[in-house]
């Protein structure tokens, strides 16, 4: 079974903090997407990275992709309120098409 | 709005009752998925579909079934309701490329009793 860790699992922060969310795994996907979600709503795509060492970025959020296709990361600058979610991690299985998710990192940002 | 359509939002079961949760889906993907919510857990895969009259098994199938009998509609059954399904339940469609993120649906919150 492959499984993606990601941390921390809560963070709570200040208007304009920077802070990074991490993604783990010991096994290689073949892509990895970020979905962003909100109380009472399905997860939304964010992004998703495919090759190795590849870096997107979307506005104030940063991704990138592990040169090993094992890890992820993602980087928000100058944190808002309305950046507040669940954020999860999702390693795409290509021999199923189906997704493998990380336990997400609430991240709860105060005015 | 083009998109997944889930039904109903929130259920209420006495245990040992059956019920189907609904799932459509307007934008032609092959690729549907069945996936429950709970605190700690995460988001884990109960069956998926990878085409009409293709299903097969996830992470968590027991005490649920699945069919498809067309490329929109892949509903979720749940044969004898325990408290242990109490739970959100999200479907979601892709096109099933790596590239192709999934579209989820907005959820149905179940609460057996």
């Known amino acids: 079974t492959q499984l993606l860790e990601q941390s921390p699992q809560f963070l709570s922060i200040q208007e304009g903090e920077n802070l990074t969310v991490y993604c783990n795994s010991s096994?290689?996907?073949?892509?990895l997407q970020w979905y962003r979600q909100e109380p009472g709503e399905g997860p939304v795509l964010l992004v998703t990275?495919?090759?190795?060492?590849e870096v997107k970025k979307l506005k104030r959020l940063t991704f990138q992709f592990g040169d090993a296709r094992k890890d992820s990361s993602l980087h928000i600058t100058a944190a808002q309120p309305g950046d507040t979610g669940l954020y999860l991690c999702?390693?795409?299985?290509?021999?199923?098409?189906?997704?493998?998710f990380g336990k997400g990192t609430m991240l709860l940002v105060s005015p | 709005n083009a998109g997944v359509t889930q039904t109903p939002k929130f259920q209420v079961l006495k245990t040992g009752q059956s019920m189907t949760l609904q799932c459509a889906q307007d934008?032609?993907?092959?690729?549907m998925s069945w996936y429950r919510q709970d605190p700690g857990m995460g988001l884990r895969l109960i069956h998926y579909?990878?085409?009409?009259?293709?299903?097969d098994q996830g992470e968590v199938p027991n005490g649920y079934n699945v069919s498809r009998s067309t490329t929109e509609d892949f509903p979720l059954r749940l044969l004898s309701a325990a408290p242990s399904q109490t739970s959100v339940y999200f479907c979601?469609?892709?096109?099933?490329?790596?590239?192709?993120?999934?579209?989820f649906g907005s959820g149905t919150r179940l609460t057996v009793v």
């Open positions: 990275v495919v090759t190795g060492g």
């Open positions: 934008m032609n993907h092959e690729y």
């Open positions: 999702a390693g795409f299985n290509s021999g199923y098409s189906t997704l493998t």
């Open positions: 096994s290689v996907f073949s892509s």
């Open positions: 979601a469609s892709s096109y099933g490329d790596r590239d192709y993120g999934y579209t």
């Open positions: 579909s990878v085409g009409a009259g293709i299903t």
